[in-house]
């Protein structure tokens, strides 16, 4: 019975440690609040709420895949110039910046993902107040352009 007391002890012990190691090293988190998007076409992806300051620092990093009918979306308090580098990030992604309006205002294609620094940076050429992170070829595959709206709900804070 006592050893089967300390087993189950060691096996808590070691759980906890995992959790806080996992958590240590940041590993990926599981999705968070998910959203329906759509483009002009009508097609309908979810995407993850990126909206508070670590939630945004943290982004796609350690992500080892997505989905192509998934994506993050990014949502700025007040409009900005918001600069994105892909460090930590494993997979290559389309970067779509949209105004307050949710018209789309810049695109990047194709971004690698950057594991090594230096990490490139990427800016929009005005403010914007939401940015879409897709799937590398999501832009293509949709025909997705500078000045298309897209749509989506914010859920209620």
């Known amino acids: 019975m006592l050893s089967r007391l300390i087993s189950c ?3 808590c012990l070691l759980n906890a440690v995992l ?5 240590a090293s940041a ?5 968070g609040v998910m ?4 483009y002009p076409d009508g097609t309908r992806i979810l995407v993850e709420i990126a909206d508070t300051n670590e939630k945004r620092a943290r982004g ?5 895949h997505m989905a192509s009918g998934q994506g993050m979306l990014f949502v ?6 918001w600069t994105f580098w892909m460090k930590n990030t494993k997979i290559p992604l389309d970067i779509l910046w949209l105004d307050q309006n949710k018209r ?3 695109i990047m294609e194709n971004i690698p ?7 490139l940076q990427y800016q929009p050429s005005k403010d914007v107040s939401y940015v879409l992170e897709v799937p590398a070829g999501s832009v293509k595959r949709q025909k997705l352009a500078k000045g298309m709206q897209l749509s989506f709900q914010l859920p209620k804070k």
């Open 27 to 31: 590993g990926p988190p599981s999705p």
């Open 19 to 23: 959790v806080l190691t996992w958590n």
């Open 9 to 11: 002890c060691a096996l």
């Open 76 to 81: 700025f308090e007040e409009p900005g110039r």
């Open 60 to 64: 796609l990093m350690f992500r080892e």
């Open 104 to 106: 789309t205002v810049d």
């Open 113 to 119: 993902g950057c594991v090594q620094e230096p990490c």
């Open 35 to 38: 959203i329906p998007l759509s």
